[in-house]
């Protein structure tokens, strides 16, 4: 293992942070109404942004001066603890701002303080990167603009990958830099749009951005501002879910943007490699022949009309289920009623329930998280639909999370190769995606994905249930974080945070987080002592 090379590669992830924190730092500068020096130096909403840029840039070069530009092997364990660790650290100092503004909000400063403030703006940060969209905030729309647009933007960089823009940028990372990519692009697999990766990452990102803008544009044309406009382009595109309204995209009670954000969420779900041969070579192949894309259309065309039915057919859940559902804050009874009423009135007709219905079941399916209404007050096989989807994902080389489409049809298939197996002892099945044959070795990651997946999933929910009192929030608090989603249901559901779970927690939900954008291999490589031996 090259610690050296390590070092320096960080070293320059910290200089590339520097860069993209002088955009909120900007947006933060115009909010100030008084521009005086230097006092304004020091208000809360930009003393964040100074401190983290700074010290991101004093550390990276501190750190490519400690490390060293020369590797030497293949780089494969070198590339997977670039990834992992650079993802930790910048997390780290990616938070300062939120940090600062927390602290400057404090009546009195305490350890205990110090504590919390620390903790929720890393938990704030690392649901950023990660595009889990979980948020500790209870609200938002008293944030100023500079720290609205952070949490937003690192929607955006991490749902690309802050790695592969750095590829993107900055070409040099030698023989690591497919391992790098490799550890951080979502999916199985990690196609090669062209021989060089540099080009490939400016390709991904060129698509990547051309789509955000296009529903930018869009979101302003349904009334959206533009600063509104861009901050929720970021989430959709990114598979986010940060808001800059308490009550996500209800809030604008608009049918045009439901619809807009419905078939972005659906867009930023699929391959991206589909939208590069769309845009770029006007070739429709992908489309037509792409199982994994075929079977990510089905499940959300049957998920919805199910939805809708259920929804037509029973209306909302019986106020007796909606009470016994965990809340932290639990509702008044006047809050109760109102609240009932209000949702009950959004799924009255069948298109309104359409309209809902593809909502949240795209939002969740692609792991983005937006919400447009309380599904946590819906039927019980409405909620239960909704929990097995955020296990599904998108696609491979998309933005979203999960466990991804492509991984469910392998394992699907491997499943019933073995019952047949089991009938017809001699039978050769080979596992066929789009009519080619994978290899047994990829059948066996991808099952081990699976695996390791669903035991990490057991072991945090053990966790989790120990540190949280609802059984069902805790379940799901695993499962939305995990799945890089956001909400979950009962005291996390569409309408609650995670600002009431324990320090505890929201540590082992970070680590939820990273483990689930970064798909679990990468990590358990990077962090495993057989890695670090010579």
Not at 68 to 74: A, H, M, N, V, W
Not at 258 to 274: E, K, P, R, S, Y
Not at 341 to 348: F, L, Q, S, V
Not at 484 to 505: C, D, F, V
């Amino acid at each position: 293992m090259n610690k050296s090379f390590i070092i320096f590669s960080v070293g320059k992830l910290l200089e590339i942070l520097a860069l993209t924190l002088l955009i909120p730092a900007g947006i933060a500068f115009f909010e100030i109404p008084s521009r005086t020096f230097p006092s304004i130096l020091f208000d809360y909403k930009l003393l964040g942004f100074i401190i983290a840029i700074v010290s991101s840039f004093i550390c990276g070069n501190l750190l490519k001066f400690i490390g060293s530009k020369e590797l030497t092997g293949t780089g494969i364990r070198e590339g997977f603890a670039i990834v992992t660790f650079g993802w930790i650290i910048l997390t780290l100092f990616g938070a300062i701002p939120i940090f600062v503004y927390f602290i400057s909000q404090a009546e009195t400063l305490t350890i205990s303080i110090g504590l919390h403030a620390f903790t929720d703006s890393y938990f704030e940060i690392m649901s950023g990167f990660t595009t889990t969209g979980a948020t500790i905030l209870t609200d938002v729309e008293i944030l100023p603009r500079g720290i609205l647009f952070w949490r937003s933007m690192t929607h955006w960089l991490g749902g690309m990958g802050i790695v592969t823009l750095a590829l993107a940028i900055l070409p040099a990372f030698g023989v690591a830099s497919y391992q790098m990519f490799r550890g951080e692009v979502p999916g199985p697999t990690s196609e090669r749009l062209k021989p060089r990766l540099a080009q490939t990452a400016k390709i991904l990102w060129g698509v990547y951005a051309l789509l955000t803008l296009a529903e930018a544009i869009l979101l302003k044309f349904g009334g959206m501002s533009i600063f509104d406009s861009w901050c929720h382009a970021f989430g959709t595109m990114a598979t986010g879910g940060f808001s800059t309204k308490n009550a996500s995209i209800a809030a604008y009670n608009s049918a045009y943007i439901d619809w807009v954000v419905i078939i972005f969420m659906f867009f930023a779900g699929m391959n991206f490699l589909i939208h590069y041969q769309i845009l770029f070579t006007r070739k429709w192949t992908l489309v037509r022949n792409n199982r994994e894309f075929h079977f990510y259309a089905t499940v959300l065309i049957i998920a919805v009309l199910l939805c809708t039915v259920v929804l037509q057919t029973n209306g909302i859940a019986p106020e007796e289920q909606i009470t016994q559902s965990f809340r932290s804050q639990p509702l008044s009874q006047n809050v109760l009623t109102e609240k009932i009423a209000t949702e009950g009135t959004k799924i009255r007709t069948p298109l309104n329930a359409l309209r809902y219905a593809a909502f949240q079941i795209v939002s969740i399916t692609t792991t983005t998280g937006y919400t447009t209404a309380d599904s946590d007050m819906w039927p019980n096989f409405i909620r239960f639909l909704l929990v097995v989807l955020m296990f599904f994902g998108g696609c491979a080389g998309s933005t979203g999370g999960g466990m991804k489409m492509i991984r469910i049809m392998v394992g699907v298939k491997t499943a019933w190769r073995e019952v047949k197996t089991l009938i017809q002892p001699r039978i050769i099945l080979p596992i066929k995606i789009e009519g080619k044959e994978l290899k047994e070795k990829q059948v066996a990651n991808i099952m081990g994905f699976i695996s390791l997946f669903l035991g990490c999933f057991v072991i945090f929910t053990a966790i989790m249930s120990f540190l949280i009192d609802d059984f069902t929030t805790a379940i799901t608090s695993v499962v939305a974080t995990m799945c890089n989603i956001g909400p979950g249901l009962s005291g996390i559901g569409a309408t609650e945070n995670y600002a009431w779970i324990p320090i505890s927690g929201k540590w082992v939900l970070c680590l939820c987080m990273l483990l689930g954008r970064l798909e679990i291999y990468t990590v358990l490589i990077a962090l495993s002592p057989i890695t670090w031996k010579k």
